[in-house]
Protein backbone atom coordinates (compact mmCIF):
# COMPACT_ATOMS: atom_id res chain seq x y z
CA UNK A 1 0.00 0.00 0.00
CA UNK A 2 1.05 3.65 -1.13
CA UNK A 3 -0.25 6.61 0.56
CA UNK A 4 -1.07 9.36 -2.27
CA UNK A 5 -2.26 12.81 -2.35
CA UNK A 6 -4.28 13.85 -5.09
CA UNK A 7 -3.78 17.63 -6.03
CA UNK A 8 -7.27 18.54 -7.65
CA UNK A 9 -9.86 17.30 -7.25
CA UNK A 10 -11.93 17.72 -10.85
CA UNK A 11 -13.48 14.96 -13.06
CA UNK A 12 -10.12 13.62 -13.64
CA UNK A 13 -8.82 13.78 -9.59
CA UNK A 14 -11.81 12.43 -8.25
CA UNK A 15 -11.52 9.49 -11.07
CA UNK A 16 -7.94 8.70 -10.48
CA UNK A 17 -8.25 8.62 -6.34
CA UNK A 18 -11.13 5.84 -6.75
CA UNK A 19 -9.00 3.84 -8.56
CA UNK A 20 -5.95 4.72 -6.59
CA UNK A 21 -8.50 3.79 -3.40
CA UNK A 22 -9.52 0.62 -4.55
CA UNK A 23 -6.05 -1.03 -5.28
CA UNK A 24 -5.32 -0.84 -1.44
CA UNK A 25 -3.69 2.41 -1.01
CA UNK A 26 -4.33 5.38 1.13
CA UNK A 27 -5.51 8.29 -0.67
CA UNK A 28 -5.81 11.88 0.80
CA UNK A 29 -7.77 14.74 -1.83
CA UNK A 30 -7.20 18.19 -1.97
CA UNK A 31 -8.81 21.22 -3.77
CA UNK A 32 -8.21 24.92 -3.50
CA UNK A 33 -12.04 25.94 -3.43
CA UNK A 34 -13.37 24.60 0.29
CA UNK A 35 -16.88 24.58 -0.60
CA UNK A 36 -15.50 22.02 -2.71
CA UNK A 37 -14.23 19.64 0.11
CA UNK A 38 -17.13 20.44 2.31
CA UNK A 39 -19.28 19.03 -0.12
CA UNK A 40 -17.25 15.95 -0.96
CA UNK A 41 -16.90 15.19 2.65
CA UNK A 42 -20.59 15.51 3.10
CA UNK A 43 -22.09 13.77 0.00
CA UNK A 44 -19.08 11.53 -1.25
CA UNK A 45 -20.06 12.02 -4.41
CA UNK A 46 -19.08 14.45 -7.26
CA UNK A 47 -21.65 15.73 -9.95
CA UNK A 48 -19.89 15.24 -13.08
CA UNK A 49 -19.16 11.64 -12.33
CA UNK A 50 -22.85 10.71 -11.12
CA UNK A 51 -22.67 7.02 -10.92
CA UNK A 52 -19.40 7.42 -8.31
CA UNK A 53 -19.66 6.84 -4.43
CA UNK A 54 -16.68 7.55 -2.34
CA UNK A 55 -15.54 5.81 0.24
CA UNK A 56 -15.63 6.70 3.95
CA UNK A 57 -12.56 6.49 4.76
CA UNK A 58 -11.28 8.55 1.83
CA UNK A 59 -9.74 12.02 3.04
CA UNK A 60 -10.84 15.48 1.34
CA UNK A 61 -9.40 18.54 2.85
CA UNK A 62 -8.47 22.03 1.64
CA UNK A 63 -4.73 22.13 3.73
CA UNK A 64 -2.06 21.54 1.50
CA UNK A 65 0.71 20.81 4.09
CA UNK A 66 -1.87 17.86 5.32
CA UNK A 67 -2.27 16.18 1.54
CA UNK A 68 1.02 16.41 0.78
CA UNK A 69 2.63 15.35 4.01
CA UNK A 70 3.91 11.29 4.47
CA UNK A 71 3.02 10.71 0.53
CA UNK A 72 5.00 8.56 -1.12
CA UNK A 73 3.04 9.72 -4.48
CA UNK A 74 1.25 12.97 -5.71
CA UNK A 75 -0.62 13.10 -8.13
CA UNK A 76 -1.06 16.55 -9.95
CA UNK A 77 -4.26 16.78 -11.26
CA UNK A 78 -5.46 20.56 -11.76
CA UNK A 79 -5.83 21.90 -15.70
CA UNK A 80 -2.74 22.56 -17.32
CA UNK A 81 -3.63 26.88 -16.71
CA UNK A 82 -2.99 25.92 -13.09
CA UNK A 83 -0.60 24.00 -13.13
CA UNK A 84 2.42 26.06 -12.30
CA UNK A 85 0.60 28.10 -9.75
CA UNK A 86 -0.45 24.98 -7.76
CA UNK A 87 2.89 23.58 -8.17
CA UNK A 88 4.45 27.27 -6.77
CA UNK A 89 2.07 26.60 -3.76
CA UNK A 90 3.83 23.23 -3.09
CA UNK A 91 7.13 24.18 -2.91
CA UNK A 92 7.26 24.34 0.84
CA UNK A 93 5.31 21.46 1.80
CA UNK A 94 7.73 19.24 -0.91
CA UNK A 95 9.89 16.84 0.07
CA UNK A 96 13.53 16.33 -1.03
CA UNK A 97 13.10 13.13 -4.15
CA UNK A 98 9.40 13.27 -3.82
CA UNK A 99 7.47 11.32 -7.05
CA UNK A 100 4.84 13.26 -8.78
CA UNK A 101 2.84 11.98 -11.20
CA UNK A 102 1.60 15.06 -13.55
CA UNK A 103 -1.74 14.07 -14.87
CA UNK A 104 -3.07 17.47 -17.10
CA UNK A 105 -2.29 18.05 -20.79
CA UNK A 106 -0.90 20.86 -22.20
CA UNK A 107 1.71 23.61 -22.55
CA UNK A 108 2.15 26.38 -20.90
CA UNK A 109 1.25 29.18 -23.54
CA UNK A 110 3.91 32.13 -22.97
CA UNK A 111 7.02 29.62 -22.21
CA UNK A 112 6.10 27.17 -24.61
CA UNK A 113 7.06 24.44 -21.82
CA UNK A 114 6.08 21.21 -20.87
CA UNK A 115 4.05 20.61 -17.78
CA UNK A 116 6.70 18.77 -16.08
CA UNK A 117 9.45 21.07 -17.42
CA UNK A 118 6.85 23.44 -15.83
CA UNK A 119 6.73 21.63 -12.55
CA UNK A 120 10.36 20.76 -12.18
CA UNK A 121 11.33 24.65 -12.37
CA UNK A 122 8.71 25.30 -9.40
CA UNK A 123 9.64 21.91 -7.65
CA UNK A 124 13.19 21.03 -8.34
CA UNK A 125 13.58 18.89 -5.49
CA UNK A 126 10.52 16.76 -6.84
CA UNK A 127 11.31 13.60 -9.46
CA UNK A 128 8.46 14.72 -12.02
CA UNK A 129 6.62 11.80 -14.31
CA UNK A 130 3.40 12.03 -16.31
CA UNK A 131 0.56 9.91 -17.22
CA UNK A 132 -1.47 10.21 -19.63
CA UNK A 133 -3.42 7.80 -22.92
CA UNK A 134 -6.96 7.86 -23.90
CA UNK A 135 -8.90 8.15 -20.50
CA UNK A 136 -11.97 9.80 -19.89
CA UNK A 137 -12.25 10.32 -16.51
CA UNK A 138 -16.44 9.42 -16.79
CA UNK A 139 -15.06 6.00 -18.05
CA UNK A 140 -12.70 5.31 -15.56
CA UNK A 141 -14.75 6.61 -12.77
CA UNK A 142 -16.87 3.64 -14.09
CA UNK A 143 -14.22 0.68 -13.93
CA UNK A 144 -14.29 -0.03 -17.83
CA UNK A 145 -10.72 -1.30 -19.63
CA UNK A 146 -8.65 1.73 -20.24
CA UNK A 147 -5.12 2.12 -20.57
CA UNK A 148 -2.21 4.52 -20.10
CA UNK A 149 1.46 4.83 -20.39
CA UNK A 150 3.09 6.06 -16.88
CA UNK A 151 7.01 8.00 -18.72
CA UNK A 152 9.45 9.14 -16.36
CA UNK A 153 13.28 10.07 -16.78
CA UNK A 154 14.35 6.38 -14.27
CA UNK A 155 12.75 2.91 -15.65
CA UNK A 156 12.50 2.67 -11.48
CA UNK A 157 10.18 5.24 -11.21
CA UNK A 158 8.11 4.65 -14.19
CA UNK A 159 7.48 1.32 -12.78
CA UNK A 160 6.60 2.51 -9.27
CA UNK A 161 3.80 4.15 -10.84
CA UNK A 162 2.50 1.72 -12.77
CA UNK A 163 2.55 -0.80 -9.51
CA UNK A 164 0.32 2.12 -7.96
CA UNK A 165 -2.53 2.61 -10.79
CA UNK A 166 -2.38 -0.75 -12.03
CA UNK A 167 -4.85 -2.76 -11.93
CA UNK A 168 -7.28 -5.60 -13.73
CA UNK A 169 -9.34 -2.28 -15.11
CA UNK A 170 -6.66 0.17 -15.87
CA UNK A 171 -3.21 -1.09 -17.43
CA UNK A 172 0.09 1.12 -17.41
CA UNK A 173 2.61 0.33 -19.64
CA UNK A 174 5.78 2.42 -19.30
CA UNK A 175 8.34 4.45 -21.22
CA UNK A 176 11.30 6.48 -20.82
CA UNK A 177 10.19 9.37 -23.60
CA UNK A 178 8.30 12.33 -21.07
CA UNK A 179 8.88 14.95 -23.62
CA UNK A 180 6.71 12.87 -26.30
CA UNK A 181 3.76 11.77 -24.24
CA UNK A 182 3.60 15.36 -23.82
CA UNK A 183 2.94 16.43 -26.68
CA UNK A 184 1.33 13.95 -27.77
CA UNK A 185 -1.58 14.53 -25.11
CA UNK A 186 -1.25 18.44 -25.39
CA UNK A 187 -1.57 18.97 -29.31
CA UNK A 188 -4.32 15.77 -29.46
CA UNK A 189 -6.73 18.36 -28.11
CA UNK A 190 -6.44 21.32 -30.87
CA UNK A 191 -6.87 18.52 -33.56
CA UNK A 192 -10.05 17.51 -31.54
CA UNK A 193 -11.10 20.86 -31.72
CA UNK A 194 -10.86 21.04 -35.36
CA UNK A 195 -12.64 17.57 -34.99
CA UNK A 196 -15.75 19.17 -33.59
CA UNK A 197 -15.74 22.14 -35.83
CA UNK A 198 -16.03 19.51 -38.65
CA UNK A 199 -19.10 17.86 -36.85
CA UNK A 200 -20.36 21.26 -35.94
CA UNK A 201 -20.28 22.00 -39.76
CA UNK A 202 -22.06 18.74 -40.53
CA UNK A 203 -19.01 16.63 -41.90
CA UNK A 204 -18.90 13.03 -41.65
CA UNK A 205 -16.77 10.28 -41.04
CA UNK A 206 -14.59 10.97 -44.06
CA UNK A 207 -13.41 14.63 -42.79
CA UNK A 208 -13.02 13.31 -39.39
CA UNK A 209 -10.95 10.02 -40.31
CA UNK A 210 -8.81 12.67 -42.54
CA UNK A 211 -8.60 15.39 -39.58
CA UNK A 212 -7.41 12.13 -37.16
CA UNK A 213 -4.71 11.01 -39.44
CA UNK A 214 -3.39 14.19 -40.61
CA UNK A 215 -3.87 15.21 -37.63
CA UNK A 216 -1.02 12.76 -35.80
CA UNK A 217 1.24 13.32 -38.85
CA UNK A 218 1.53 17.08 -37.85
CA UNK A 219 1.55 15.88 -34.08
CA UNK A 220 4.78 13.51 -34.77
CA UNK A 221 6.45 15.70 -36.92
CA UNK A 222 6.45 18.96 -34.59
CA UNK A 223 7.07 16.01 -31.34
CA UNK A 224 10.35 14.48 -33.25
CA UNK A 225 11.49 17.98 -33.74
CA UNK A 226 11.27 18.39 -30.41
CA UNK A 227 13.04 15.63 -29.24
CA UNK A 228 10.11 12.91 -29.00
CA UNK A 229 10.25 9.26 -30.19
CA UNK A 230 8.50 8.79 -33.03
CA UNK A 231 6.97 5.24 -31.72
CA UNK A 232 5.31 7.51 -28.54
CA UNK A 233 3.44 9.47 -31.36
CA UNK A 234 2.18 5.62 -32.57
CA UNK A 235 1.19 4.87 -29.19
CA UNK A 236 -1.11 5.06 -26.38
CA UNK A 237 -0.42 8.80 -25.57
CA UNK A 238 -0.41 9.71 -29.17
CA UNK A 239 -2.43 8.17 -31.66
CA UNK A 240 -4.64 6.66 -29.06
CA UNK A 241 -5.30 9.81 -27.04
CA UNK A 242 -6.00 11.27 -30.13
CA UNK A 243 -8.53 9.00 -31.75
CA UNK A 244 -10.85 8.91 -28.45
CA UNK A 245 -10.62 12.68 -28.26
CA UNK A 246 -12.08 13.33 -31.24
CA UNK A 247 -14.10 10.28 -31.31
CA UNK A 248 -16.13 10.93 -28.02
CA UNK A 249 -18.82 13.43 -26.85
CA UNK A 250 -17.06 13.38 -23.41
CA UNK A 251 -14.44 15.01 -25.19
CA UNK A 252 -14.49 18.49 -23.71
CA UNK A 253 -12.45 19.66 -26.73
CA UNK A 254 -14.98 17.97 -29.52
CA UNK A 255 -17.89 19.28 -27.55
CA UNK A 256 -16.33 23.18 -27.90
CA UNK A 257 -15.51 22.38 -31.05
CA UNK A 258 -18.76 21.22 -32.24
CA UNK A 259 -20.56 24.80 -30.84
CA UNK A 260 -17.73 26.66 -32.53
CA UNK A 261 -18.78 24.87 -36.12
CA UNK A 262 -22.11 26.13 -35.45
CA UNK A 263 -21.05 29.58 -34.81
CA UNK A 264 -20.41 29.84 -31.69
CA UNK A 265 -17.49 32.02 -30.49
CA UNK A 266 -14.69 29.99 -28.39
CA UNK A 267 -15.35 32.22 -25.22
CA UNK A 268 -18.98 31.15 -25.96
CA UNK A 269 -18.73 27.70 -26.36
CA UNK A 270 -16.14 27.07 -23.48
CA UNK A 271 -19.22 28.91 -21.21
CA UNK A 272 -21.18 26.40 -22.52
CA UNK A 273 -19.02 23.30 -22.16
CA UNK A 274 -18.63 24.49 -18.58
CA UNK A 275 -15.08 22.88 -18.13
CA UNK A 276 -11.64 24.22 -18.77
CA UNK A 277 -11.02 23.44 -22.78
CA UNK A 278 -7.62 22.84 -22.54
CA UNK A 279 -7.26 22.69 -26.80
CA UNK A 280 -8.21 26.23 -26.50
CA UNK A 281 -4.92 26.85 -24.35
CA UNK A 282 -2.96 24.61 -26.39
CA UNK A 283 -3.36 25.90 -29.89
CA UNK A 284 -1.22 29.43 -29.44
CA UNK A 285 1.13 27.52 -28.00
CA UNK A 286 1.12 24.22 -30.67
CA UNK A 287 1.66 27.30 -33.62
CA UNK A 288 4.04 29.29 -31.97
CA UNK A 289 6.16 25.51 -31.55
CA UNK A 290 5.80 24.29 -35.09
CA UNK A 291 7.01 28.17 -36.10
CA UNK A 292 9.85 27.76 -33.85
CA UNK A 293 10.78 24.62 -35.22
CA UNK A 294 10.03 25.43 -38.53
CA UNK A 295 7.26 22.32 -39.12
CA UNK A 296 4.69 22.42 -41.22
CA UNK A 297 0.96 22.34 -39.25
CA UNK A 298 -1.97 23.32 -41.54
CA UNK A 299 -4.76 22.19 -39.10
CA UNK A 300 -3.02 23.60 -35.63
CA UNK A 301 -2.68 27.04 -38.08
CA UNK A 302 -6.47 26.99 -39.37
CA UNK A 303 -7.94 26.22 -35.74
CA UNK A 304 -5.82 29.49 -34.34
CA UNK A 305 -7.42 31.56 -36.77
CA UNK A 306 -10.68 30.45 -36.05
CA UNK A 307 -9.90 30.76 -32.40
CA UNK A 308 -8.18 34.16 -32.21
CA UNK A 309 -8.95 35.44 -35.77
CA UNK A 310 -12.06 35.28 -36.16
CA UNK A 311 -11.86 32.72 -39.28
CA UNK A 312 -15.26 31.30 -40.36
CA UNK A 313 -14.63 27.56 -39.95
CA UNK A 314 -16.23 26.93 -43.40
CA UNK A 315 -13.37 29.06 -44.86
CA UNK A 316 -10.71 27.11 -42.78
CA UNK A 317 -11.72 23.72 -43.84
CA UNK A 318 -11.55 24.72 -47.54
CA UNK A 319 -8.10 26.37 -47.20
CA UNK A 320 -7.16 22.88 -45.71
CA UNK A 321 -8.34 21.49 -48.77
CA UNK A 322 -6.79 23.65 -51.50
CA UNK A 323 -3.34 24.07 -50.48
CA UNK A 324 -0.62 22.62 -53.21
CA UNK A 325 -0.45 19.21 -53.88
CA UNK A 326 1.91 17.18 -52.15
CA UNK A 327 2.83 13.44 -51.45
CA UNK A 328 1.63 12.07 -48.18
CA UNK A 329 4.72 10.88 -47.01
CA UNK A 330 8.37 11.92 -47.99
CA UNK A 331 11.43 9.84 -48.80
CA UNK A 332 9.95 6.98 -50.20
CA UNK A 333 10.51 7.26 -53.57
CA UNK A 334 9.46 5.73 -56.44
CA UNK A 335 11.92 3.92 -58.02
CA UNK A 336 11.69 5.52 -61.11
Not at 188 to 216: C, F, H
Amino acid sequence: MAHIGVIGAGSWGIALASLLYHQGNSVAVWSAIETEIEMLSRTRRLGTLPGLKLPEDMTFTADLEKAMKGKELLVLAVPSIYVRQTAKRMCSFCKEGQILVNVAKGIEDKSLMTLSSVIEEELPMAEVTVLSGPSHAEEVSRGLPTTCVAGAKRRETAEFVQECFMSPVFRVYTSPDVLGIEIGGALKNVIALAAGIADGLGYGDNTKAALITRGIYEITRLGMAMGGRQETFGGLSGIGDLIVTCASMHSRNRRAGILIGKGYSAKKAMDEVRMVVEGVYSAKAGLALAEKYQVSAPIIREVNQILFEGKPALAAVNDLMLRDKTEESFGMGWGD
